[in-house]
């Protein structure tokens, strides 16, 4: 049903491509083909990465074999925050121009941000025991990490608590747009916070110089999060559309064979 | 045009009085927020310490959060009861801008459940054995924040007006929303209690509040609209 | 009665291929209506078969899966306002305020919706003597019976002076005289050139050539 309805409005043939996207059947058979590849990809980036890290890369002067967590926490702080903005854009999306498949989008990557961020807070406090002498200091990339993950609690919560499925999107897509607007100031709150409770004396995880055997491990890493991402989302996507369009005729046909 | 402009103002205006008059008919419900507020003000002193410099300390982030709660506790208030009784429908299809509307509703909400929070803060700030400048700041910096919290709120409402039980999530959804409102507010208040400006943190309250005020208006009334679907 | 009796300038509202769903269940799928000025469609339809949604999808409170609605040729997205100046609806609930007496409930719906207030004030009473209200004037609504404030809810519509009315059924919880009364100022409605689209267990006294029916089961 959308598919015709997007096909009619469409305004010229330079749009067409872009109306692919707005049709589930396109969008299922794109994920279908592209998911498990990407996921080998990102498999094969992950040993590659954590063999570089953990065993090529040489132990930091100051931190010992500590440092090491960045590998994981760094790509996992990065994709809790790009999650959250594709997650607000594609709800958004949805929202304004009624595209259905812009809306799953949204709804597959939530849980997926939401672990992220908990991964990001737990490296993080898992670094902070043998660094600071405790599991967690009121640090402010940590505090924002965590109003982050209570974000995405909020956005994963309304969706499921509203029942029917397009008030559900159309609702938690509104919260998406009002967090993330909210997030940079979120975010400068928390560093002035910070600044005025602790000073400056923090040390950072990131630092302006860094190793080449640290940094090449660290990129690898950084690209296999984002196709191991990118892979999940796609998984969850099609899942998400036939759950959605289980009454149309080409679900019943990948259904019944 | 103009007229136009004339009878939105005058929609907003009695928006605005049947809402204050609505809650005058219901005095007690208007006490609960203020009540709740200084009990849980005092509790502080009860689990944590009655120590004076210790309390002082804490006293504006404690005022804070129970201010922050008070407000939630009362929000279901702004649309749930017009929800219920089917006037939010008339409103959703008035033909003036439904985020006026809504601003005027919140505004009103404000009236009722922010200022009482305000009028009785010195209060609880001499509980808290706050010096007098600083129950001053924490009264400019009540009525610089708490519209922020109210209009806030209001989008919270809009979004979780339709689930019945909505409580626990309404809190999900809008406390997270509100920590630049607390770390503003509260830090005000610390300045001052240790003779710092606490200018700087008041001006971006304000600015928050102003942001608040641009956005979540059209954000409430996009979210009621989904609501009463 | 000082009402002015001319009549409404002449419009019309045009439905095309309407679907709506529920869950994942289709209500009703490839719905098309028009009506024009003084004309009304009587929507019926066993309980459950989407004549609450259909009536809320022409109001625009709820957004159909496929299809569009038009006022005068207009989308009424796209004219939402003016759309909505021109609509008086009655829902389920009689959208009154049990904390406010009959009239304040009146005025403040008027001021709210596309009469200034000014003109309200004056004009509520005689509203609510029209529906034969008139003794609760000052009395709040929760303490009124099921009947007086659907009465009161008729009274709003009609007091806004909307050339479309769109009533989920205004029958409810009326007694024979106010059904008749209702009946009535239905057929004035209609003879003041305007529209009527409601859902009603009653039959209503209406012209015949004014009326359609559209049953929402066949499907």
Redesign the interface.
């Given at each position: 049903?959308t598919t015709e309805?997007l096909n009619t409005s469409g305004r010229g043939k330079k749009w067409l491509w872009f109306h692919r996207f707005g049709s589930p059947a396109w969008v299922y058979g794109f994920a279908n083909r592209w998911a498990m590849p990407i996921g080998i990809v990102a498999l094969l980036l992950f040993v590659v990465g954590l063999y570089q890290g953990l065993i090529v890369a040489p132990p930091d002067y100051q931190m010992g074999d500590s440092y090491r967590i960045i590998f994981i926490h760094v790509p996992s702080a990065w994709l809790s925050m790009f999650s959250y903005f594709v997650m607000a854009a594609s709800a958004g999306i949805g929202l304004v121009w009624h595209i259905k498949v812009s809306d799953l989008v949204a709804r597959s990557i939530a849980p997926l941000g939401a672990m992220f961020t908990f991964c990001a807070l737990v490296t993080g406090s898992l670094w902070g025991k043998p660094t600071w002498g405790t599991y967690w200091v009121w640090d402010a990339r940590l505090t924002s990490e965590l109003?982050l993950l209570?974000?995405f609690?909020?956005y994963i919560?309304?969706s499921n608590?509203?029942?029917?499925r397009?008030?559900a999107s159309?609702?938690?897509a509104?919260?998406a747009?009002?967090?993330v607007?909210?997030l940079p100031?979120?975010h400068?709150?928390?560093e002035?916070?910070n600044t005025?409770h602790q000073g400056s004396t923090v040390t950072k995880l990131g630092r302006p110089s860094i190793d080449t055997r640290m940094l090449i491990p660290l990129l690898i890493m950084f690209v296999a999060f984002n196709f191991y991402f990118l892979s999940a989302v796609l998984n969850r996507l099609r899942c998400e559309l036939l759950s959605q369009e289980?009454?149309t005729q080409w679900v019943r046909e990948i259904v019944h064979g | 045009m103009n007229d136009q402009t004339v009878s939105t103002m005058s929609a907003m205006m009695a928006l605005v009085r049947r809402d204050l008059i609505i809650a005058m008919r219901e005095r007690g419900d208007m006490l609960q927020p203020v009540l709740f507020f200084i009990i849980v003000v005092s509790l502080f002193p009860l689990s944590v310490t009655p120590d004076k410099t210790l309390l002082m300390q804490a006293g504006p982030g404690i005022i804070w959060v129970a201010a922050l709660l008070a407000t939630l506790l009362a929000l279901d208030g702004i649309f749930r009861p017009d929800h219920e009784d089917g006037t939010l429908e008339q409103l959703v299809l008035s033909p003036h801008p439904l985020s006026l509307l809504v601003l005027a509703k919140t505004l009103a909400h404000w009236l009722v459940t922010g200022l009482p929070l305000i009028i009785i803060s010195p209060l609880l700030g001499m509980l808290m054995q706050l010096s007098g400048d600083a129950i001053i700041v924490l009264c400019g910096a009540l009525i610089l924040g708490t519209p922020a919290l109210s209009l806030i709120g209001a989008v919270g409402v809009g979004l979780t007006v339709g689930i019945r039980k909505s409580g626990v999530l309404l809190s999900l959804v809008i406390l997270p929303l509100y920590v630049p409102v607390l770390i503003f507010g509260a830090g005000a208040v610390q300045a001052a209690m240790v003779s710092l400006d606490p200018q700087p943190h008041l001006l971006l309250l304000a600015s928050f509040s102003l942001f608040s005020l641009a956005f979540c208006p059209l954000a409430s009334a996009t979210a009621l609209k989904i609501s009463v679907n | 009665m000082s009402h002015p009796l001319n009549p409404f300038p002449s419009c019309r509202i045009e439905a095309t291929q309407l679907a709506c769903l529920r869950g994942f269940n289709s209500l009703f799928e490839g719905l098309s209506l028009t009506v024009s000025s003084g004309n009304t469609i009587h929507v019926t339809g066993a309980n459950g078969s989407g004549k609450t949604s259909l009536l809320r999808i022409l109001c625009g409170l709820s957004l159909a899966e496929t299809g569009q609605i038009n006022w005068n040729g207009n989308n009424i997205q796209s004219v939402s306002s003016e759309y909505r100046a021109n609509l008086s609806y009655l829902g389920h609930k009689p959208a009154l305020k049990p904390d406010l007496t009959a009239y304040e409930n009146l005025v403040s719906a008027a001021a709210t919706g596309n009469r200034a207030l000014r003109e309200a004030d004056s004009t509520a009473t005689e509203y609510l003597r029209l529906l034969g209200v008139v003794h609760t004037r000052d009395r709040l609504c929760r303490q009124l019976s099921a009947g007086q404030k659907q009465r009161i809810a008729v009274a709003r519509v009609v007091m806004s002076d909307a050339p479309m009315w769109i009533l989920d059924e205004p029958g409810t919880s009326l007694d024979t005289e106010g059904m008749e009364l209702l009946s009535s100022l239905m057929r004035r409605h209609i003879e003041r050139n305007g529209l009527i689209i409601f859902t009603s267990h009653h039959g209503f006294d209406l012209p015949i050539d004014r009326l359609d029916r559209i049953c929402l089961d066949s499907t």
């Open positions: 049903m309805s109003v209570f974000l609690i909020g919560a309304l608590a509203i029942e029917d397009r008030t159309r609702a938690s509104v919260l747009l009002v967090g607007i909210n100031i979120i400068f709150s928390v002035w916070w005025l289980r009454r | - | -």
